[in-house]
T-cell receptor, first 111, second 114 residues
Framework: GENVEQHPSTLSVQEGDSAVIKCTYS??????FPWYKQELGKRPQLIID?????GEKKDQRIAVTLNKTAKHFSLHITETQPEDSAVYFC??????????FGTGTSLTVIP | EAQVTQNPRYLITVTGKKLTVTCSQN?????MSWYRQDPGLGLRQIYY???????DKGDVPEGYKVSRKEKRNFPLILESPSPNQTSLYFC?????????????FGNGTRLTVT
């Protein structure tokens, strides 16, 4: 099966700085990579996703990059704000039917 | 409003007492799944269902059962709960797996087994 590793597990940044979270995956057949944000006490919600035929995708202050050769993908948040503080999960989906999630990154944006 | 509804939100029970957590979605999604979330372990899949009457084991199925008699409902059954099943549970659905559809999560059920 797939193995998704996520780093770092915790991340603190000053407001306005950038934050980067990295994930690696093991199954070269994986073809869909979503990122979820989970605020304290709430459900995970999709913030951005990327498919294997795309190298980069951007949505306002959030971007995701994918390197299929190296089997890693990253979430980039620019101009961070306190409301960006949350736990972020990456995931990989292969040709099977299972989502494999990373272990999460707790991001704290310091005002 | 399109949503995934789980009930109950909180549940405290004792070892061995059978319980069911319900999950319902109103988006006509084919794919439904259950996850448990534990500190440091992220989200781990328990069971999933590709469509009515089709269910498969995820990564941590031991001690759980599911059924998919109707497209909208996917209950999680713990026949004999144990303390190691104390966790936060999420039901999720997506339009159709294999087409890179994102998951929509319910609000979660926090289960405590004493």
């Amino acid at each position: 099966g797939e193995n998704v590793e996520q780093h770092p597990s915790t991340l603190s940044v000053q407001e306005g700085d950038s934050a980067v979270i990295k994930c690696t995956y093991s199954d070269s057949a994986s073809n869909y990579f979503p990122w979820y944000k989970q605020e304290l006490g709430k459900r995970p919600q999709l913030i951005i996703d990327i498919r294997s035929n795309v190298g980069e995708k951007k949505d306002q202050r959030i971007a995701v990059t994918l390197n299929k050769t190296a089997k890693h993908f990253s979430l980039h948040i620019t101009e961070t704000q306190p409301e960006d503080s949350a736990v972020y999960f990456c995931a990989a989906i292969n040709t099977g039917n299972q989502f494999y999630f990373g272990t999460g990154t707790s991001l704290t944006v310091i005002p | 409003e399109a949503q995934v509804t789980q009930n109950p939100r909180y549940l405290i029970t004792v070892t061995g007492k059978k319980l069911t957590v319900t999950c319902s979605q109103n988006m006509n999604h084919e794919y439904m799944s259950w996850y448990r979330q534990d500190p440091g372990l992220g989200l781990r899949q328990i069971y999933y269902s590709m469509n009515v009457e089709v269910t498969d084991k995820g990564d941590v199925p031991e001690g759980y059962k599911v059924s998919r008699k109707e497209k909208r409902n996917f209950p999680l059954i713990l026949e004999s709960p144990s303390p190691n099943q104390t966790s936060l549970y999420f039901c999720a659905s997506s339009f159709r797996q294999g087409l890179n559809s994102p998951l929509h999560f319910g609000n979660g059920t926090r289960l405590t087994v004493t």
